[in-house]
């Protein structure tokens, strides 16, 4: 079983449309959680990224974490073309890795 | 900041030969780690330095495979003998900290899409 893993879509949605992302994970100590913006033919970038359980929000993004079920979404509102690209999850894991999901690729149709 | 620098951007090579890929991590940043990136594994981590020393090579998938850092401000990860299945993007990044105690941000480069046939 992979440490995070991750519907890879594609999702397809109109412009404006509310847009879920989720992964899950295994390990139950995993205490961050992040979540990684990757452009076409570019590297990913740090989205934002919340510690331990609870919702946070970011402007039009919202991260929330259940450690219960092992679960976490990003939530994108009134979604843009702009927001057009893969998005990752990724949990730290002992003090040398970064395991991440393997990306769920979302296009946002205007 | 120019941010994290690779180079080539694309490489294509024939099986066998050696492929060296090269990067420039931020400046002051202390570490730097070397991913891989494929369609069915994802972003998997190969190897990340300390102040130019390796700390974690466990990612590394063969002997094949070796990264330096002679100093802090150039690292190399060398394939000898490339094989097909190395195609892949492969992507350096870098960070100010790292470890449990402190997550910080991770910058990415660009990436080297490599392709062996």
């Known amino acids: 079983q992979k440490e995070v893993e991750q519907d890879p879509g594609p999702l397809s949605v109109p412009e404006g449309a509310i847009v879920s992302l989720n992964c899950t994970y295994s390990?139950?100590?995993?205490?961050?959680f992040m979540w990684y913006r990757q452009y076409s033919r570019k590297g990913p970038e740090l989205l934002m990224y919340t510690y331990s359980s609870g919702n946070k929000e970011d402007g039009r993004f919202t991260a929330q974490v259940d450690k219960s079920s092992k679960y976490i979404s990003l939530f994108i509102r009134d979604s843009q073309p702009s927001d057009s690209a893969t998005y990752l999850c990724a949990m730290p894991g002992g003090a040398n890795n970064l395991f991440f999901g393997t990306g769920t690729r979302l296009t946002v149709i205007p | 900041d120019a941010g994290v620098i690779q180079s080539p951007r694309h490489e294509v090579t024939e099986m066998g030969q050696e492929v060296t890929l090269r990067c420039k991590p931020i400046?002051?940043?202390?570490?730097l780690f070397w991913y891989r990136q494929t369609m069915m594994r994802g972003l998997e981590l190969l190897i990340y330095f300390n102040n130019n020393v390796p700390i974690d090579d466990s990612g590394m998938p063969e002997d094949r495979f070796s990264a330096k850092m002679p100093n802090a401000s150039f690292s190399t990860l060398k394939i000898q003998p490339s094989e097909p299945r190395d195609s892949a993007v492969y992507f350096c990044?870098?960070?100010?900290?790292?470890?449990?105690?402190?997550?910080?941000?991770?910058?990415f480069g660009p990436g080297t899409r490599l392709t062996v046939l």
């Open positions: 400046s002051g940043h202390d570490y």
């Open positions: 390990n139950s100590a995993f205490q961050y």
């Open positions: 990044a870098s960070s100010l900290a790292w470890g449990l105690a402190g997550v910080d941000t991770q910058y």
